[in-house]
Nanobody, 124 residues
Framework: VQLQASGGGLVQAGGSLRLSCAAS????????VGWFRQAPGKERDFVAA????????YYADSVKGRFTISRDNAKNTAYLQMNSLKPEDTAVYYCAADFLSRDRVGVREEYAYWGQGTLVTVSS
C-alpha cells in the first residue's frame, strides 16, 4: 500500500487542522492506520491509531480530547482532526499502515508502510 499524507500548515495556537492520509494499492480497509509525529531533534512518536473497521481508536495521552482519528474506507483515506493546537504539537506528521494486533498499534517499528510526512507548525 502507498500512503500520502497532506493537510499540514501553519496555524496559531488554539487553532485546528485536519490531516489526510490517502492510500492506494492493496485494500486499505484491511490495515490498521496510525499517525506519528516527529519534532526536530526528537524521535518519531505515536499520536493515534484506528483499527480496520474504525471500531477502535487509540490516542497518546498528550493529544487525548484534542485530536480525533477517523477513516473512510470507501475513499481509502484516514484523517486526523487536530483541535486546540499547541506549540508543542509542532512536528512532521506521518501516517502509517500495517496488519497489527491491538496491543501493538502504538509501536512505530510495527508499521511497514509509511507516508512521506506533512509539516504542522503551531505558532504561539
Amino acid at each position: 500500500v502507498q500512503l500520502q499524507a497532506s493537510g499540514g500548515g501553519l496555524v496559531q495556537a488554539g487553532g485546528s487542522l485536519r490531516l489526510s492520509c490517502a492510500a492506494s494499492g492493496r485494500t486499505f480497509s484491511t490495515y490498521t492506520v496510525g499517525w506519528f509525529r516527529q519534532a526536530p531533534g526528537k524521535e518519531r512518536d505515536f499520536v493515534a491509531a484506528i483499527t480496520r473497521s474504525g471500531g477502535s481508536r487509540y490516542y497518546a495521552d498528550s493529544v487525548k480530547g484534542r485530536f480525533t482519528i477517523s477513516r473512510d474506507n470507501a475513499k481509502n483515506t484516514a484523517y486526523l482532526q487536530m483541535n486546540s493546537l499547541k506549540p508543542e504539537d509542532t512536528a512532521v506528521y506521518y501516517c502509517a499502515a500495517d496488519f497489527l494486533s491491538r496491543d501493538r498499534v502504538g509501536v512505530r517499528e510495527e508499521y511497514a508502510y509509511w507516508g512521506q510526512g506533512t509539516l504542522v507548525t503551531v505558532s504561539s
